[in-house]
């Protein structure tokens, strides 16, 4: 490679210098070094500071800090002058204009200031269409939606998508639109691990100045004044027109209108010995098929929202689609009876099977990663029962030098997903390669579950509270057997997951101290079953200085044979002790 006819023929020798250790190394960076080369080299336009390069492909902040730091040592060591930094030059620049600027209105009349306009957002933009699907919520201050039923109830206001990008490069939804009505005060968020969202006061003017507009009423065929809807006498929400927002997920047509109610509370079970005992309801072999259902936000793009589901009907897999609570694709049993699950105290005709799939474009994945749902949904599907869980990523092509700043915490997340978590994870190249596996997934499904038995968990045994607890005593009890509930339960179950139970209120307070996290919480909690017997175990150490000692060292003696993610220090455990020690 030549530098001959170079513009910056110094920055271009220091890149071949590392592109040629790379190589040596057989490092992963050799590429990156290598497109950053070829379009210096390429480049016409000389630049006098490293930082300017950054307009170039394959250059990133960290190599053009690289570079500037070797140009400084070059400066240095040949007595030559450091060249300005670009962003130095703007802000001198600006100084001076405004210097300008203000040496002008001295000698200016002053105009009349302005009132700031009203905002309103553009039409069937993502703000639009936010404030839209939260204007359909009763006046009652508790009235939310989470994330999937605002995008749901939102959606039809909008021209992009909620969940896929118009820019497979890029990260932004039209839901990112949340952040800036959020900071405008216009929609407060509450609640953790499940977020909910609803209009500030000052959103509801908003809402109201929207519907106010010509192009509002010209789409929706509505003339006069917008009021707040007043809560209706049941848990359904009048929206506009006939579209009901329901409390719960939206459903799909024929479903009812909420699964909420299916599955009670039910008191807070500590033992085993407080599970219920019962007599399963068994589903012979030949009397149900299975099939795949698909969550009704699973499109392509906003241009071709049916993609997915008429490329699985050409595979031989016809969806059921629906509003899914939980994750993305799940497989149920549909009974050929639609009365042998009520004739025996259960209610539908549809069994949840053990296997579900959260799909995670690449995009999507780091962005999950990056606010935080990441570990919410990972939690969420701990929390489901379902045993077999396949975390399936779709490594769409995005700008490389966008995914190098994430790709460690990409490699981590998916490291503690196998590991931690115990999924099993899938890779695919793009959406179609994702279809094929669903569609050969399905047809192994359908060969392992039809030919057996179901045995299926009454739903007048099951609560929110003794759910998870009674699945994981019947698999480590009778591992070679497996129970299901109905589908209405399930859902029931997910759509209750702010339900929080003792054991959950447990988690999140130890979960409070930085450096303790829901690994190390959920060894704790294995050990103290309640926050009681946590304190108790505290007291027990004594007092005096012996005592405040082994409290200190308490959580660390009891969990040093752990390794790995789960490992606790002793700076953790004193942290712990100086928390719960003196409670």
Known sequence: ????????????????????????????????????????KACPVAFEHPASLQQLKGFGPKLCERLEAKLKQHCQQNGLPMPEHPQAKVASKRALDEQQRNDDA???PKKRTRQPKAYV??????????????????EDVSSSLTKAELIEASQPHCDASFTAPSDPTKFYTAWSSMKTLVQKE?????????????????????????????????????????RRPQPPPSNVAAGQGSTPVVSEALPAAGEPLSYHSVVSDGPVVLEDDDLPTFAPIRVPPGSFTVHLVLDVREVRAKTDRDYMQEELVKQGV???????????????AKCHDSALLSRHGAEGDEIVLDWIVERKRLDDLIGSIKDGRFHEQKFRLNRSGVKKVVYLIEEISMDSTAYQRYEKAVQS???????????????????????????????????????????????????????????????????????????????????????????????KMLMTTK???????????????????????????????????????????????????????KKLSHKIAEVWGDA
């Open 413 to 507: 997340a998916i490291a503690s997903t196998q590991v931690v978590n115990g999924y099993f994870v899938k890779r695919t190249q793009k959406i179609d390669d994702t279809i094929k596996y669903l569609a050969r997934l399905t047809a192994m499904l359908k060969r392992t579950y039809e030919s057996k038995q179901l045995n299926v968990i009454p739903t007048n045994v099951i609560t929110a509270h003794n759910y998870s607890r009674l699945v994981e005593h019947l698999r480590e009890k009778e591992p070679s057997v497996a129970y299901h509930v109905t589908y209405p339960a399930f859902a029931s179950l997910a759509s209750k997951s702010e339900t929080m139970t003792l054991r959950d209120v447990f988690l």
């Open 318 to 332: 016809k969806p059921i689609v629906r509003s899914l609570e939980i994750g993305d694709v799940q497989w149920i």
């Open 121 to 138: 957002p553009a039409f069937r933009s993502g703000a639009y269409a936010l404030i839209l699907g939260l204007s359909n919520l009763p």
């Open 106 to 108: 001295e000698t200016r």
């Open 515 to 569: 450096g303790l996290t829901g690994e190390r919480a959920l060894e704790i909690q294995r050990k103290w079953k309640t926050p009681y017997d946590f304190v108790r175990a505290f007291r027990a150490c004594g007092t005096g200085e012996q005592g405040k000692q082994r409290k200190m060292d308490l959580v660390f003696g009891e969990f040093s044979h752990l390794v790995g993610r789960k490992k606790m220090s």
């Open 186 to 226: 216009l929609v407060y968020e509450r609640g953790r691990p499940l977020r909910r969202y609803a209009l500030t006061d000052e959103g509801w003017a908003v809402a109201k100045r929207i519907k106010e507009t010509a192009q509002w009423q010209e789409e929706n065929g509505h003339q006069g004044p917008m």
């Open 1 to 40: 490679m030549e530098a001959s006819g170079c513009a910056n023929p110094q920055f271009l020798a220091w890149v071949k210098e590392w592109l040629d250790v790379a190589r040596e190394r057989s490092s992963k960076g050799a590429t990156t070094y290598r497109n950053a080369y070829e379009s210096l």
